[in-house]
């Protein structure tokens, strides 16, 4: 069965502060991880995918096949920051489903 | 424009009716989905359907019927409402590497 962790509900850090958002999965093969984001109101939208290892929005994201993480991660948390963040994964062949984490609601303090 | 479009997008009904939600993508996406998002934010796959054929149907009431009249569509008619079927229903699609565009949303309330 695949399984997504987000151990925490809310996190706030004031402006300026760096931000990780933890992640952590079950898997039993080769997963495909992916961060969404969903600002206040409005659809989720992908944020990165762990194929790319690309930096969007100053977000990046490793994965650690060892401690079987996905953390997010940014230096400078900026308020526009401020949003719902899922974390899910892609594994189950030939279905492309994607399970996602419960999501960690991130709160930027000006 | 819209890749992926819901409507309606807020929904009010009565416990006992019956309603449908459609969705449409215009990304040439050979597969959609309906999530659920309860009141919690919590995130909960329903139905999958690739090229106009269910592959995924998670433990949903048999109230819910999706219906794809071809691959660019996935509704969602639901049976005698709940208080419990409350919450914000998702459409998306996707091509193979999981990389999913959501709809807008539709924010169901049952009273």
């Known amino acids: 069965a695949q399984r997504v962790t987000q151990p925490e509900k809310l996190l706030s850090v004031f402006k300026g502060a760096p931000v990780e958002l933890k992640c952590n999965y079950s898997y039993s093969g080769s997963p495909e991880l992916f961060w969404y984001v969903q600002y206040s109101r409005q659809r989720l939208q992908l944020l990165l995918r762990h194929i790319s290892r690309e930096s969007i929005k100053g977000f990046t994201a490793d994965l650690n096949k060892g401690e079987t993480s996905f953390h997010l991660k940014k230096p400078f948390a900026q308020e526009e920051d401020s949003a719902m963040y899922y974390c899910a994964l892609s594994g189950r062949a030939g279905s492309y489903q994607l399970t996602f984490g419960k999501g960690t609601k991130l709160s930027v303090i000006p | 424009d819209t890749a992926v479009s819901q409507t309606p997008k807020y929904l009010v009904t009565q416990m006992g009716n019956d309603k449908s939600i459609k969705c449409e993508q215009n990304l040439g996406h050979d597969t959609m989905y309906w999530y659920k998002q309860d009141s919690k934010k919590f995130l909960k796959i329903m139905f999958s359907?690739?090229?106009?054929?269910?592959?995924i149907n998670e433990t949903v009431p048999n109230r819910f019927s999706p219906k794809s009249p071809d691959k660019a569509h996935l509704n969602l008619h639901i049976n005698s409402l709940e208080l419990g079927d409350s919450a914000v229903y998702f459409c998306?699609?996707?091509?193979?590497?999981?990389?999913?565009?959501f709809g807008s949303g539709t924010r169901l309330t049952v009273v």
């Open positions: 998306a699609s996707s091509v193979m590497d999981g990389g999913y565009t």
């Open positions: 359907y690739n090229n106009k054929e269910l592959i």
